[in-house]
Each structure stands twice: as C-alpha cells, then as structure tokens.
C-alpha cells in the first residue's frame, strides 16, 4: 500500500514523496484529503508507490541485512572495549 505520512522526525529517511508515500505537514486535515483524493484519481501511480514501499521495506529490513548490521556493531563494541571477537 502506499504511504500516507505526517512529515516528522525520521519520516523523510524511509519515505520519498510521491516515490513510495505523500508526505503531508503534521495536522493538517486537507492535506490528507488532497493526499487521499490523489491517489484515488491516480491509481496506477497509486500502486506503484505501494510497489516502491514494499520494496523498501524489505531491502532496509531484511532479516539478514539486520542481522549483519547487528554483528557489525558487536564487533566495533567488543574492539572498543579491548575484548577478543569469534567472526
């Protein structure tokens, strides 16, 4: 599905306006209305929003793209704190 989104803290790192979502100013009731209108009055553009979000949802969220982000960071910690590391 494609994303409609209150432009706040973080939002702009995962969505890309009329890439993959709208992203709207926070509390603004007619920008969700405009938002909602177009994606009903362009449907195709609509669902390829939702292609692109879904997309970028698995790529930054693979299981084990975050399972190598996280062994990263174990072993930058254990280095850190002089400890020896298993790869």
Do not use: C
Not at 11 to 30: A, E, H, M
Not at 55 to 79: A, C, M, P, Q
């Amino acid at each position: 599905k494609p994303l409609i989104i209150s432009d706040v803290s973080g939002v702009r790192d995962v969505v890309k306006n009329y890439i993959n979502g709208i992203i709207i100013p926070p509390k603004d009731p007619q920008a969700i209305y405009d938002a909602v209108l177009y994606m009903m009055n362009n449907p195709a553009h609509a669902k390829q929003m939702g292609q692109s979000t879904q997309n970028e949802v698995r790529k930054r969220f693979d299981i084990k793209t975050s399972i190598k982000k996280l062994e990263h960071l174990y072993i930058k910690w254990y280095e850190k704190v002089g400890l020896k590391h298993k790869v």
